[in-house]
Nanobody
Framework: QVHLVESGGGLVQPGGSLRLSCAAS????????MGWYRQAPGKQRELVAR???????YYEDSAKGRFTISGDVAKNTVYLQMNSLKPEDTAVYYC???????WGQGTQVTVSS
């Protein structure tokens, strides 16, 4: 069993920044196969960024150049640094472990003036 806990969401003005954290714990997991998804009201959940350890991370097109995914093996934590936030980034953000397909509970990000 893998337990994922997200944090760092909140209300931010357009153009602002937030850093999301996903702390992982459990029997078998690897932060090198984890990613961030988001789901806006009335929309399907979509992959925003995928961490690959030392490899090239994946970013959804709208996240490229604004979001950065990173990981800290010692802390079993994956981060999503989000800069230049836009109202369309408003969503619940979820952390996912692709190994075993585990999900966190989600953290709300609201971008509004």
């Amino acid at each position: 069993q893998v337990h994922l806990v997200e944090s760092g969401g909140g209300l931010v003005q357009p153009g602002g920044s937030l850093r999301l954290s996903c702390a992982a714990s459990g029997s078998v997991f690897s932060i090198n196969v984890m990613g961030w998804y988001r789901q806006a009201p009335g929309k399907q959940r979509e992959l925003v960024a995928r961490y690959t350890g030392g490899g090239r991370p994946y970013y959804e097109d709208s996240a490229k150049g604004r979001f950065t995914i990173s990981g800290d093996v010692a802390k079993n934590t994956v981060y999503l640094q989000m800069n230049s936030l836009k109202p369309e980034d408003t969503a619940v953000y979820y952390c996912r472990s692709f190994l075993g397909d585990y999900w966190g509970q989600g953290t709300q990000v609201t971008v509004s003036s």
